[in-house]
């Protein structure tokens, strides 16, 4: 036997060390910093930040279309010897250029949520002190504020061409604070929409053919009945008919309380008190996306 401290019998050069486990006296950051780690993780990610090059060129790709476009908007418009404003409205913007949003919330989406569910990642979040409510609304908020910047830098573009080509300063704020408010709504819906859609899903390809689908196939349906409509002189019908699509929700609820101009066949939005109904109908669909996607991270999440 050896009567070396530590030495096991029988050998010289064996040894049990007793490290024992440290208890950690660090400062807890807590539930409010893993809220707001995940929200600043699924904004960068939305754009590619943090992942692979491959992952970056399609929204980064979208991102410049929407800001070349303004950019081209802005050129032409301060060429023309005539104008005295914007040949586009800061609200129309985001209504022109929907499809190049959906084509971003349709990709984008997915990512943020299908691949958790895919790996089954869900639940190693809630082992950590997060609940369920800080993992939705920090995807939704994540969501919202990429759709903000994708949809409110082409209207800085915008505007900050207008004041250098001198027009109006009152009339293009005014315009200016019009449109962000716009796509701050258009935001938060077709956030709420498109998580809703990708995560009814774990597989990524049916997630983006939902979000597709809800998007364009409902404006193209509306739109195509409103123009029958306006055709065989139904006009009274046609305001209503804008309750059953995304971007025509967005499209009566800034006619109706933002002074901008309609899309609708003949121009005529809806008035203030369809208006009302139009609003109730967004903050209705943005407050059920808001418990199917707790409803469905309840399941996932055990």
């Not at 809220?35 to 992952?55: E, H, I, N, P, V």
């Not at 990512?111 to 920090?138: C, G, M, N, T, W």
């Amino acid at each position: 036997m050896s009567t070396e401290t530590g030495t096991v019998a029988g050998s010289e050069s064996s040894r049990i060390h007793n490290i024992g486990y440290r208890s950690y006296d660090g400062r807890r950051l807590g539930r409010g910093y893993a809220r707001r780690s995940l929200y600043s993780q699924s904004l960068r990610g939305a754009f590619g930040l943090g992942r692979s090059a491959k992952s970056k060129v399609l929204p980064m790709l979208l991102f410049g279309v929407m800001c070349v476009i303004a950019a081209i908007i802005v050129a032409v418009s301060i060429n023309v010897p005539s104008a005295t404003k914007l040949l586009m409205d800061y609200t129309s913007f985001a209504i022109y250029l929907q499809a190049v949003i959906g084509l971003f919330l349709a990709a984008q989406a997915p990512q943020s949520v299908s691949r958790d569910l895919r790996f089954k990642s869900v639940p190693l979040y809630f082992s950590r002190p997060i609940e369920r409510v800080d993992y939705v609304v920090a995807k939704l908020a994540a969501m919202a504020s990429a759709l903000f910047v994708l949809t409110g830098t082409p209207l800085v573009i915008l505007y900050a061409g207008a004041l250098l080509g001198k027009f109006d300063f009152a009339d293009q704020t005014e315009g200016f604070v019009q449109g962000m408010i716009s796509v701050a709504l258009l935001s938060v819906l077709f956030s709420a929409l498109g998580l809703v859609m990708a995560a009814l899903t774990p597989r990524r390809g049916f997630g983006v053919a939902a979000v597709i689908a809800v998007l364009t196939i409902t404006y193209g349906a509306v739109s195509t009945v409103q123009a029958i409509a306006w055709q065989t002189g139904s006009g009274g019908a046609i305001e209503w008919l804008g309750l059953f699509s995304p971007i025509t929700l967005i499209d009566g609820v800034q006619t109706a309380f933002l002074g901008a101009d309609s899309a609708f066949p003949g121009g005529e939005g809806p008035g203030a008190g369809a208006g009302v109904v139009y609003l109730i109908v967004v903050l209705a669909l943005v407050a059920g996306s808001y418990a199917v996607l707790m409803r469905r991270y309840r399941r996932v999440g055990l």
